[in-house]
Each structure stands twice: as C-alpha cells, then as structure tokens.
C-alpha cells in the first residue's frame, strides 16, 4: 500500500500508455507525486528495456501489447482483452490514459469495466490528422468514430495541451465544456533546465525530436542547405533517433546521407538534454502537429530562442516575436529566412531566451502541472 504523509491510502491510479519511455520522459512527475500523496500507482504500457527504472521508482508494472502503427481490429481486440483483464485485477479507482490509442482503447474498456473515473489525454491529434489521401481519410473516420465512443464516460476529465486540438475534438464528440482541462504541455524540471552561458564559436541550430517526417526533418535540412548556400556559418544538428514503429519514421540511411554530405550533425538519442539545450544557439522545430511539444517548452526554461511553425501546439507553446518566431508550415525557405535573420542577431537572441525563461518560470514548472493533475484525480475520485 502507498500512504501519504497523513498515512491515508487513496487508491489506485492506472495509466495506460503506449511504451514505457514515453512515460518516462513526459509522465513521471506526475505519478511520483502521486504515490507522495498516497495512490498506489500503476502502469500498462508496452515495454523496452526500462521496466525496471518505472518500479525503481515506485510503479506496479503491467505489460501490454499496443502496436502504435496501424489500426488492425485484431490487434485492438487483443489489447483490449488484455486492458480489460489488467483493470480487473488493479481495480483502479482513476483510469488515466495517454496518446490517441490508449485514450480509444482505454475509455472503451474503462467504460465496459464501469471504472469509476477516466482521465483522458490528449497531448496531440497525430499523423492521422495532418496527412493526406483516401487511407488517411479513412483512418480520421474512425478515430472521430472511437473519439465520439471513449468520451463518454460518466465521470471524466479530458486533457488537451493545446486550444485548436481542443476545439477539433469538442466538435467531434460534443464534450461538455466541464469535461474539459488545458494543461500547457508536461512541464520542465526548472531546477535541471536552467538558463547557461550563451555558447561561443559557430552556432549551433538543434532539432531535437523523434526523426518522423512529420517532425519538419525534411524542411530543416533543406533549410540548413540554403543557409549554408548563403554563406552564413553554422552547424546544424539532429537529436534522437527513428521510431520503426511510426510509419512516418526517417530511414537512418537517409540522415547518415545528410551527415556524409556535410549538411547537418546528428547526435542520435540524448539523456542529457539540458547539456545540448547549453550547448545551442536556437532551437528549432517545424513541426506539422503538435500538443505542446517538451523541447519548446525545455528550450525556453535554459533560454534558448525557438523558430517554429504557425500550426497548433507549436504556436501555442511560445510567445510570438518575444520568445522565438513562427513560420509556415512545410516551408524550409520562410524556416531558412527566420534562422538566418536570428542567427545574424543575437542581442535579439538573448531577449528571446531571456524571455522564454520567463515564460517557463510562469506557465511551465513540472511540480505545477505534477499538482494540476493530482487535484483532477482527487476530484473525480470524491464526486465518483
């Protein structure tokens, strides 16, 4: 049992996740505090080589297979049997799913289980909402239709990062405006992501993501191309890695091209985010979809300016023309144009930064959003 200071036990609280990193990397402030305050924490949730970090730090571990690619009936049956088996044998007084998939699958099973409360988030729409032909079409069909079936539970809270994802998914399900929290994003550990001196030498322009098309990867490198045209001196770098299970992943024969041919740097995966944020000028990220994306909100908690796209999510993450700039999306010329116009100022660079660490400091502190969601489960708990 897990007790607060007070000895009280409050329950058990389930999170349903796609993979275990990602929880790790954009979740665990929340159950932390959640077994100090007294819930018995628990995660289902597919696993790489990290199960033991989530029950070093305190979490009871429940396997489950949830393919993140595709949309197979046999595969969603399969997870939802096994979700369902998991939430018997947990009874858990707070069911709270995460990402398109475990909020379809898990406010369907949460509702079949009578789960007595389910909080949904949904930190972005994906792929599916900003791709295009006659499958993608087909794919959004069905997510509104599962949308329109997972929200309907009795007692819920449903968590969006940004107000356009919002606005899409209340006129899909007609959501009762009391359903519905904005919570900006995942916060930043302010005490790791602190502003560092501005580094010297060439600059250093950084994208730090999972390597998926839809991440803007594309429309970087060929902005690092025309500023390297240009004459302007500069290093550009890629940080993380292909995710096989996106079927928008970057081949890694494609970025080693771009590395042999001198065009950018690539990094691979980083642990120590806060030393790469030190060690840049600006941070970029154009994105085609987002929530509110961690590496924008990090970057404004160590100081460093941001270039962006003007789509949801991303725009909301900054304040325009004070913390960074936006440019359109799925245009490397107009990204090309805002880096080079930053990178030959950085008197202006350094407000920027100055700015975003601000920012940080009022909208993005991880303990506030970790407490945000704790009085949400407290809440539906007492009203269930």
Known sequence: MSKNDCGEDRGALL??????????????????EAIRQGWQVHIATGLTDRRHEL??????VHPLQLERAGVGMVNAISSAWQLLKIIRRVRPHVVHTVTIKPVLLGGMVARLAKVPSLVSAVPGLGSVFVADGLVARLKRLLV??????????????????????????????GLAPSDVVLIRGSGADLARFTPQPWPEG????????????????QEFVSAAKLIKQRGVSAKFVLVGTPD???????PERQIKEWVDEGVIEW???????ESVLAAANLVVLPSYSEGIPKILIEAAACARPVVTTDVPGCREAIEVGVTGVVVPSRDSTALANAIEQLLGDPARCKLMGEAGRALAEREYDVTQVARTHLQIYSDLKARA
């Open 244 to 250: 096989a299970a996106s079927p928008t992943s970057v």
């Open 55 to 60: 029950e070093r730090h305190g979490l009871v």
């Open 144 to 173: 509104r239709s599962g949308y329109r079936i997972a929200l309907k539970h009795r007692n819920q809270k449903v968590i969006f990062q940004n107000t356009g994802d919002q606005g899409t998914v209340l006129s899909m399900t």
């Open 267 to 273: 990094w691979g995966q980083r642990s120590d985010m």
């Open 202 to 217: 060439v600059p250093v322009v950084v994208l730090a993501s999972r390597l998926l098309w839809n991440k803007g990867i």
């Open 15 to 32: 999170f349903v996740v796609n993979i275990d990193w990602f929880f790790l990397s954009h979740r665990l402030p929340i159950a932390i």
